[in-house]
Every structure is written in structure tokens, then in C-alpha cells.
């Protein structure tokens, strides 16, 4: 049933940010509620049921969190994440110590319902704008500490990854322009201090922007809050010499009129930072 295969992130990605949303929540003594009300040796069942329609990611996160609170919780993935799934449809079986399975609860359902609000945010705008070529794609605003899951929410949504960080490539924004005087002035030096595997992208704002910055050698334009006019207007400019991608204020609504310019991208800042957490709940 799984609408996006996407390889799993690596372990040592996973387990250090789990671990400090653990320590954050168990504190210098524990879980004092579940050691107090619930027998050690009580054993439970458990479910991360939907409570609304949406795309799953996080399982892996919160896998860990459970297993790193008691290794000895077993889980069973009914979907994995990537999978569509409806409104009280069940996402995992797990079985373990009582009082493991609830202190590890909450933080394995922030990460999992945070991130399926990702994919799902994600799903949504990549369905609206089907039937055109442009692909939808996060930005690097996330939260400060998981835009490595994050941005994994979003490939699971079936987007793709803009940069991860200021070391992934160049992109040269306004301000950057501003600085070095023009736009031809702001590459040269990029391209100057530049290995022969990073590309190079600039921001523009106007078609007269766009026009110097295709005298220059770069690999793609970002064109930053233009109409769909200028966009279509710009696309022809292009001609397929660099990859295109839109960007500012879009939303589902107006991201399938974006797309029908001929972008090659469309990049929406809010899947990652604004995106509503998918409701699921731990049923015992």
C-alpha cells in the first residue's frame, strides 16, 4: 500500500535526535507516573492508530524512541512510511513492558505525528500539481534539529530535497547580489571559488535579472515571487538551458497554476515549517 518507496535514514542519523528528545522528556528521574501506577513485570499491546487520512513517515523515529527506552519492544510496521492511510486504519503493532511502552509514548508520537503532517502537507500539494512536470520541494526551513527527518518526511510525501545546508551548493540570493554589486559580479566570484562538482544557483526577481543571469555560468534559476505571466514569459527566456524552480507564497491552491508554467520546481517553505501534525494516538 506504500505510495513512496524511500530508503530508510541511517541509524546513527536517527538515534542521536531521538535521544535528546528522550532526555528531555524522562528528565533526572524517569517517568515517576508510569513506575508508580504500573507493575513492573505488566506487559501490554499496543497500536498507532490514524485519527485522520494523511501519509506516514517517522516510524523509524519512533521505533527508536520505544527501543531506546526498552530494547526488548517488539514492532510490527502495517505501514510503512510513504503509505497512504485512512482514518482509523492501524499503522503499527507493538508489544512490551507497560511501563516502557508509556514512557516512550509521547515522544515516539511527536515524531511520528509530526512527521506524517510533513508527508502528508507534502502528499497533498504533489497531488494538486499532478500531470505537469514540476516537482515540489522543501527549502531549509525546518526545525533546528530535525531538518535531517524532515526533509526525510518530505521525500516520504513524494517531494524532493532542496539543499540540506549553506555547504551543499552556491545560491545566490538578493542579498548576496546586493553585496557583490551585480548579479554577473556575484557569480564569477562563486564560480571562481567553486569545485567542478558544485552547482551553482541564482535568485532573481525581474526578467532582467533573469536575462544577465543566463549570460553568466550557472546551473539553475530561482525565480522568487513572480506572476504567472512573468513565470511563463521566463520559461521561454530559459529554453531548457538551466532548471527552473518557482518560489514565494505558494499553496495548494495556487501551486497546479505555478506548475502549468513549465517549472522544472516548485519550492514551498511551509510543508517543513507549518505543516499540521497528523493525528495518531498510541491505543492500548
Known amino acids: 500500500m506504500s505510495n513512496t ?7 546513527v ?10 532526555l528531555e522528556d524522562i528528565g533526572r528521574q524517569g517517568d515517576l507516573t508510569s513506575d508508580a501506577v504500573v507493575a513492573p513485570d505488566k506487559t501490554a499491546r499496543a497500536q498507532f492508530v490514524a485519527r485522520q487520512d494523511g501519509c506516514v ?27 497512504s492511510v485512512s482514518s482509523g486504519e492501524t ?4 508489544e512490551g513492558a507497560a511501563r516502557s ?13 509530526h512527521l506524517s503532517g510533513i508527508a502528508t502537507a507534502t502528499q497533498n500539494i504533489v497531488e494538486a500539481v499532478a500531470g505537469t512536470n514540476a516537482k515540489i520541494c522543501c527549502t531549509r526551513k525546518t526545525t533546528p534539529g530535525l531538518r ?26 538578493d542579498n548576496h547580489i546586493a553585496v557583490a554589486g551585480s548579479i554577473t559580479n556575484a557569480v564569477k566570484a562563486a564560480r571562481a571559488r567553486s569545485g567542478h562538482m558544485t552547482k551553482i544557483e541564482i535568485e532573481v526577481d525581474t526578467l532582467d535579472q533573469l536575462r ?12 522568487d515571487n513572480m506572476t504567472n505571466e512573468q513565470l511563463r514569459e521566463a520559461i521561454k527566456i530559459v529554453d531548457g538551458r538551466v532548471a527552473t524552480e518557482a518560489s514565494g507564497r505558494v499553496t495548494i491552491d495556487t501551486a497546479p497554476a505555478i506548475a502549468a508554467t513549465g517549472v522544472d520546481l516548485i519550492s514551498v517553505g511551509w510543508i517543513t515549517h507549518s505543516a499540521p501534525c497528523l493525528d495518531i494516538g498510541l491505543d492500548f
Open 148 to 173: 535531517a527527518l524532515e526533509k526525510y518526511a518530505v521525500r516520504a510525501g513524494g517531494g524532493v530535497n532542496h539543499r540540506f545546508g549553506l555547504d551543499d551548493c552556491i545560491l545566490i540570493k
Open 57 to 83: 513517515a517517522g516510524i523509524d523515529a519512533a521505533r527508536t524512541a520505544l527501543r531506546l527506552v526498552d530494547p526488548t519492544i517488539k514492532i510490527a510496521v502495517a505501514l510503512p512510511d510513504g503509505s
Open 13 to 22: 542519523v536517527i538515534e542521536p535526535i531521538v535521544e535528546t528528545a528522550l
Open 101 to 113: 511502552l508509556l514512557t516512550g509514548e509521547r515522544v515516539a508520537l511527536n515524531f511520528l505525528g
Open 91 to 94: 499503522i503499527a503493532h507493538i
Open 212 to 223: 544577465e543571469a543566463l549570460g553568466t555560468q550557472i546551473d539553475a534559476v530561482l525565480l
Open 5 to 11: 518507496e524511500i530508503p530508510p535514514l541511517p541509524r
